[in-house]
């Protein structure tokens, strides 16, 4: 499966951005899929994940309330929508297939969990 990540941007704070992560090849449908992000001489972050079915969703505490995680299967796309984006969302978000096992949703969250990674699309929040 290939995944395309795109909708990053340059945005002032208190903006929006709607990523989105496209599959071909393959289907993501039955998998669940995750965001993660690297910011500047940072390590890669989890951000959300959404559950194969798309009925769980889960944060990283600092973007709660901010950010939702949803996915639509006829198209095979995942998004994530940022609202009131701050300086400190700057980063590259890639979106990744996760790995199917039986574990619980709150254990989304180490990249070791997904196989498979899209290339990344950059976010600037500006001040």
């Known amino acids: 499966v290939q995944l395309q990540a795109s909708g990053g941007g340059l945005v002032q704070v208190g903006g929006s951005l709607r990523l989105s992560c496209a599959a071909s090849g393959d289907t993501i449908n039955g998998y669940a899929m995750g965001w993660f992000r690297q910011g500047p001489g940072k390590e890669r972050e989890f951000v959300a994940a959404?559950?194969?079915?798309?009925?769980?969703?889960y944060y990283v505490d600092s973007v709660k309330g901010r950010f939702t995680i949803s996915r639509d299967k006829a198209k095979n796309v995942v998004y994530l929508q940022m609202n009131s984006l701050k300086p400190e969302d700057t980063a590259v978000y890639y979106c990744?297939?996760?790995?199917?096992?039986?574990?619980?949703?709150?254990?989304?969250?180490?990249?070791?969990?997904?196989?498979?990674w899209g290339q990344g699309t950059l976010v600037t929040v500006s001040s």
């Open positions: 959404i559950s194969a079915s798309g009925g769980s969703t």
């Open positions: 990744g297939r996760k790995i199917r096992n039986n574990s619980a949703i709150y254990l989304y969250t180490g990249p070791n969990e997904y196989d498979y």
